[in-house]
């Protein structure tokens, strides 16, 4: 699968705990995403990547959360002291600055906090 | 920012009916706009795309429309099937970013 992937596809956790999700994007792709989705809603804009850097952060990204992409591939983004309202799907999508604007969306991670 | 509005939230047709589904969009300067399928637990699948140089699109029974001037584009999708029930997410690009601003969803169902 050259799709956009990501690991875990579930996740439980209990509040106060830290999790940790990984987004693989499509390999030629420089631009990865993060969104949160909630039940009903659109997915909301988290934090973006070119190659290794972060070039933007949402408002909603509390210091709670935290996102890397080190070697400009794969993606982390870590959650510190969950709280029920993290509770979503975690969405990652990646695409190619330049000529191609479409964005790929990964399968997501569920997390729900208990 | 960018902001993007999306109506109806839920939409019911029979099938073989057209149905249409609109948004509109407050920065003059965004100039991609992508539609967006999901179906339950699944990811957001790109379905169609249009670009601010264009005021038409159209792949088999789906097609976007772009009114640049009154800042509005639309969904249409034909001779519906059941297949087609699903939620469907109208985006539009924020500036040079890339960064994806999504309407709140519609909720198609269409019965057999």
């Known amino acids: 699968d050259t799709g956009v992937s990501q690991d875990p596809r579930h996740k439980i956790t209990k509040r106060g705990q830290n999790v940790t999700f990984r987004c693989d994007p499509i390999s030629e792709h420089n631009r990865l995403y993060w969104y949160r989705q909630t039940l009903g809603q659109g997915p909301e804009f988290l934090t973006y990547f070119q190659n290794e850097a972060q070039l933007e952060k949402s408002r909603l990204l509390s210091d709670r959360f935290s996102a890397e992409r080190p070697k400009g591939s794969f993606s982390t983004l870590e959650i510190q002291r969950t709280e029920q309202g993290d509770s979503a799907m975690y969405l990652c999508?990646?695409?190619?600055?330049?000529?191609?604007?479409?964005?790929?969306f990964g399968q997501g991670t569920r997390l729900t906090v208990v | 920012g960018e902001n993007v509005e999306q109506h109806p939230s839920t939409l019911s047709v029979q099938e073989g009916d057209s149905a249409v589904i609109k948004c509109t969009y407050s920065d003059s300067a965004s100039n991609y706009f992508p539609w967006y399928k999901q179906e339950l637990g699944k990811r957001p699948q790109l379905i169609i795309d249009i670009r601010s140089n264009v005021g038409e699109k159209k792949d088999q029974r789906i097609a976007v429309t772009l009114n640049k001037t009154a800042k509005h584009f639309s969904l249409h999708i034909t001779e519906t099937q059941p297949e087609d029930s699903a939620v469907y997410f109208c985006?539009?690009?924020?500036?040079?970013?890339?960064?994806?601003?999504f309407g709140q969803g519609t909720t198609l169902q269409v019965k057999p």
């Open positions: 999508a990646s695409s190619l600055m330049g000529l191609g604007l479409e964005a790929f």
């Open positions: 985006a539009a690009i924020e500036g040079n970013t890339g960064k994806l601003i």
